[in-house]
């Protein structure tokens, strides 16, 4: 796919990098992780509790591009974004080298991400694929996690395969992304459907670009499933919300399906996705805009994260949604991760700082409920969940910390305390771990 640049992008133009200072501050290898909870994430809540949050963002100035693509980044190793092509969603072919390299050299911390990862039972070429035709998601019948979990074999088999070379686990994702789109036909159950259109569908995107380019791997069959059953959805849901009020849905649902739009675009090498994924993002009305997911900025370079009155499970998965969108969009070449001096930096922050059980500030949140946009607020953050963990610090970490030499600490100290990181499976066997793909010690350390 060819590099995405500023005049493709709806009214908002793309700045390349904001400029980001600091030392890096990573725990040393010989102490990276100190302790690792065993704390399982609980199973999203019903489509009625999950409805509902946006509140006016803090008025917060854009970033002036300098010229097409923006000043240059100023980071610690001259990083700038990608150029675009495949494999260019989560990883790049760079990535899955330096993957490779130190996990033959056995060096810390990828080789304990390693081990995370093949003490995995998704991750053995031994996994049966359970495909089905209808996918429900919330209401009667619900049997998505046959969809869950097999992507995320496919994914964990994918990525083995690209670091070992193990050609078992290549032809055991190939096997299972084969079965799939020879069978689904259709996502359907109550409001929760969105939900599984977005998260599995920007995740069997990236399963799928692992093994793109292997004989025997059904390129077309795979591109026409994403577009004529995962994407339909995604787009109803952003263009309507459901028929609720615009702020009625909390950030995870846009975050979600934005996520899977983006992930299709680069994944069928359609431009108008990725692009509208990425204008969404610079000036989408909903929760999942980048001023709506993040709306309030504090001092101390925090910034509070829609979702953080209502739980912390949730914002921790909206985190990690924003870490995934910005990771694909800056390997096709846009910066999201720079917007606004780093605000998903300074959500992180925030989030992972009250996480650890450290005070945060918060400012009150309101916003339209329902169909009607009745008036709702929350005045204090949420200790529901409070300090769980999920698989989503490691790949914002790295790049503000690793390519930027941005100071990180309460994330630095996050994954110190609960890395190294898993992936599905590994946090719960609800829908909820499965939220993220995971394995990011292993993928983004640098």
Same mark, same amino acid.
């Given at each position: 796919?060819?590099?995405?640049?500023?005049?493709? /992008?709806?009214?908002?133009?793309?700045?390349?990098?904001?400029?980001?200072?600091?030392?890096?501050?990573?725990?040393?290898?010989?102490?990276?992780?100190?302790?690792?909870?065993?704390? +399982?994430?609980?199973? =999203? !809540?019903?489509?009625?509790?999950?409805?509902?949050?946006?509140?006016? !963002?803090?008025?917060? =100035?854009? =970033?002036? !591009?300098?010229? +097409?693509?923006?000043?240059?980044?100023?980071?610690?190793?001259?990083?700038?974004?990608?150029?675009?092509?495949?494999?260019?969603?989560?990883?790049?072919?760079?990535?899955?080298?330096?993957?490779?390299?130190?996990?033959?050299?056995?060096?810390?911390?990828?080789?304990?991400?390693?081990?995370?990862?093949?003490?995995?039972?998704?991750?053995?070429?031994?996994?049966?694929?359970?495909?089905?035709?209808?996918?429900?998601?919330?209401?009667?019948?619900?049997? /998505?996690?046959?969809?869950?979990?097999?992507?995320?074999?496919?994914?964990?088999?994918?990525?083995?395969?690209?670091?070992?070379?193990?050609?078992?686990?290549?032809?055991?994702?190939?096997? @299972?992304?084969?079965?799939?789109?020879?069978?689904?036909?259709?996502?359907?159950?109550?409001?929760?459907?969105?939900?599984?259109?977005?998260?599995?569908?920007?995740?069997?995107?990236?399963?799928?670009?692992?093994?793109?380019?292997?004989?025997?791997?059904?390129?077309?069959?795979?591109?026409?499933?994403?577009?004529?059953?995962?994407?339909?959805?995604?787009?109803?849901?952003?263009?309507?919300?459901?028929?609720?009020?615009?702020?009625?849905?909390?950030?995870?649902?846009?975050?979600?399906?934005?996520?899977?739009?983006?992930?299709?675009? /680069?994944?069928?090498?359609?431009?108008?996705?990725? &692009?509208?994924? /990425?204008?969404?993002?610079?000036?989408?009305?909903?929760?999942?805009?980048?001023?709506?997911?993040?709306?309030?900025?504090?001092?101390?370079?925090?910034?509070?994260?829609?979702?953080?009155?209502?739980?912390?499970?949730?914002?921790?998965?909206?985190?990690?949604?924003?870490?995934?969108?910005?990771?694909?969009?800056?390997?096709?070449?846009?910066?999201?991760?720079?917007?606004? &001096?780093?605000?998903?930096?300074?959500?992180?922050?925030?989030?992972?700082?009250?996480?650890?059980?450290?005070?945060?500030?918060?400012?009150?949140?309101?916003?339209?409920?329902?169909?009607?946009?009745?008036?709702?607020?929350?005045?204090? @953050?949420?200790?529901?969940?409070?300090?769980?963990?999920? =698989?989503?610090?490691?790949? @914002?970490?790295?790049?503000?910390?690793?390519?930027?030499?941005? +100071?990180?600490?309460?994330?630095?100290?996050?994954?110190?305390?609960?890395?190294?990181?898993?992936?599905?499976?590994?946090?719960?066997?609800?829908?909820?771990?499965? &939220?993220?793909?995971?394995?990011?010690?292993?993928?983004?350390?640098?």
């Amino acid at each position: 796919m060819s590099k995405h640049r500023a005049n493709n /992008v709806k009214r908002r133009r793309i700045i390349v990098g904001a400029a980001a200072t600091g030392g890096l501050a990573a725990a040393s290898a010989a102490g990276y992780w100190l302790t690792r909870s065993d704390d +399982e994430p609980a199973t =999203p !809540p019903t489509a009625e509790e999950s409805a509902s949050p946006t509140a006016e !963002p803090s008025a917060s =100035p854009s =970033p002036e !591009p300098d010229g +097409e693509r923006g000043a240059a980044n100023s980071t610690k190793d001259g990083a700038l974004p990608g150029k675009g092509g495949h494999p260019g969603l989560l990883h790049t072919q760079d990535d899955f080298d330096r993957m490779a390299e130190k996990v033959s050299a056995g060096e810390s911390p990828w080789i304990e991400g390693w081990n995370r990862l093949t003490a995995n039972g998704r991750s053995h070429a031994d996994w049966g694929a359970r495909p089905t035709a209808v996918v429900i998601r919330g209401g009667d019948g619900s049997n /998505v996690g046959v969809l869950f979990t097999d992507v995320h074999a496919a994914y964990q088999n994918a990525l083995r395969w690209r670091i070992s070379g193990d050609e078992a686990h290549r032809d055991k994702a190939v096997e @299972i992304l084969n079965a799939w789109s020879a069978t689904l036909t259709e996502i359907n159950g109550n409001a929760d459907r969105f939900l599984a259109a977005g998260i599995y569908g920007y995740q069997a995107a990236n399963a799928a670009e692992l093994v793109r380019d292997v004989d025997g791997f059904e390129l077309g069959r795979f591109q026409d499933m994403l577009a004529d059953v995962f994407y339909p959805l995604n787009d109803h849901f952003l263009t309507n919300h459901n028929d609720a009020c615009v702020t009625n849905y909390w950030s995870n649902w846009d975050l979600c399906n934005l996520a899977s739009v983006m992930a299709i675009g /680069v994944f069928n090498e359609d431009q108008s996705l990725f &692009d509208r994924a /990425v204008d969404y993002m610079y000036n989408g009305e909903g929760n999942g805009s980048l001023d709506n997911a993040i709306p309030f900025v504090h001092d101390g370079g925090l910034a509070q994260q829609q979702e953080s009155g209502r739980d912390q499970a949730h914002s921790l998965m909206a985190t990690g949604l924003l870490g995934a969108i910005c990771e694909m969009a800056w390997n096709q070449g846009v910066d999201l991760y720079g917007y606004d &001096d780093g605000k998903v930096a300074k959500c992180a922050e925030y989030v992972a700082r009250y996480n650890l059980g450290r005070d945060v500030p918060f400012t009150t949140y309101q916003w339209g409920h329902g169909q009607t946009c009745a008036p709702r607020e929350q005045t204090v @953050i949420s200790e529901t969940q409070r300090g769980q963990v999920r =698989p989503v610090w490691e790949s @914002i970490y790295h790049h503000y910390a690793g390519r930027q030499g941005r +100071e990180m600490p309460n994330v630095a100290d996050m994954i110190a305390q609960n890395g190294p990181e898993g992936g599905g499976g590994d946090y719960g066997g609800g829908s909820g771990g499965y &939220d993220a793909l995971g394995f990011g010690t292993l993928a983004f350390a640098r």
